[in-house]
């Protein structure tokens, strides 16, 4: 039987390709690549520059699943580059031991510089927004600004513990790597503003499709988790938008609005009515528009 996940694959490849992108698997260095959607090189070798900017992914889907409302309205201003993290899609590997996301960030960047990118805006969700943060932090020369949505710069012991009581959950794991149709749909709950109905073969072939390297990303999981010194000692002097569904049950507006007092001058927070945890999914012209807005005006 077809799996509906994978089959939508080519049409979203095709949308993609419309957008003036083309996949690449990039190896970082032996036994590590990295898949990415990235600008095509016209005929001539002399496209008009535009400025980069990178869309990491969260932890639950891959890089064109979870931005595939923004590469087309973004490809337009920016040259859009859109990579699979390692352990994540169908070519990003690694043999190397280390899961934390100082890693995901180090192979990033290795990526980034091998295809030639010298400065970029850099947009993160979720499990990508720490990456993206790590990046940012130890390499101001390479991300000139940062957006966040639905994403903390680091995952410390104690938000970890408040989220998973708040959500009903025992573990990262059970939240983000459900194993049955049962904990996909509590996992789709509390990631939306508004209940989604789909039948349960589709959950039964996203599954299959999407979480794959389960080994792999119980490690990543179980190596997110900091100290509050570690995630303190994350600093930026970039702009910084956080960007949020007003109603993510994940991460909170107010926890959101608190880091972006943090941060201090250089940051801001701007939030999405009608909209939760998957808020450029959700609401995505809205999300593009604002996006846009302080990219255009940081980059």
């Known amino acids: 039987m077809v799996n509906l996940v994978t089959a939508q694959k080519p049409l979203v490849a095709g949308f993609l390709k419309l957008a003036g992108l ?7 260095e032996e036994g590590t690549v990295m898949h990415f959607w990235l600008p095509k090189k016209r005929k001539n070798n002399k496209r008009a520059a535009k400025p980069a900017v990178v869309l990491v992914h969260g932890f639950a889907a891959e890089g064109t699943a979870t931005w595939q409302f923004q590469a087309s309205s973004l490809s337009k201003k920016f040259d859009v580059y859109i990579p699979d993290l390692i352990f994540f899609g169908e070519h990003s590997v690694s043999n190397r031991p280390e899961r934390g996301p100082e890693f995901q960030a180090e192979c990033l960047v290795k990526a980034l510089k091998l295809l030639g990118v010298e400065r970029c805006g850099m947009v993160g969700f979720s499990y990508g927004g720490m990456v993206a943060s790590r990046i940012a932090a130890s390499h101001p020369d390479l991300v000139g600004a940062l957006v966040l949505s ?12 408040a989220t998973l009581q708040r959500l009903g959950f025992t573990s990262s794991s059970e939240l983000l790597l459900p194993n049955h149709i049962k904990g996909l749909k509590a996992l789709l709950s509390v990631a939306v503003h508004r209940k989604l109905w ?4 589709l959950y039964r072939d996203y599954l299959e499709a999407m979480f794959t390297n ?9 190596a997110l988790v900091k100290g509050k010194k570690e995630a303190d000692s994350i600093k930026f002097s970039q702009n910084v938008l956080l960007l949020w569904g007003e109603d993510d049950q994940i991460f909170k507006m107010e926890l959101a609005k608190s880091i972006t007092e943090k941060l201090g001058d250089k940051a801001s927070f701007h939030g999405i009515k009608k909209a939760g945890h998957l808020v450029q999914l959700e609401r995505p012209c809205k999300y593009n528009r604002k996006l846009k807005q302080f990219l255009i005006q940081h980059l």
């Open 198 to 201: 789909f039948p349960d073969r």
């Open 22 to 28: 083309k996949s690449q698997v990039v190896q970082i």
């Open 150 to 161: 639905g994403s903390v710069p680091a995952m410390t012991d104690s938000l970890s513990d």
């Open 214 to 222: 389960r080994k792999e990303r119980e490690e990543l999981l179980e």
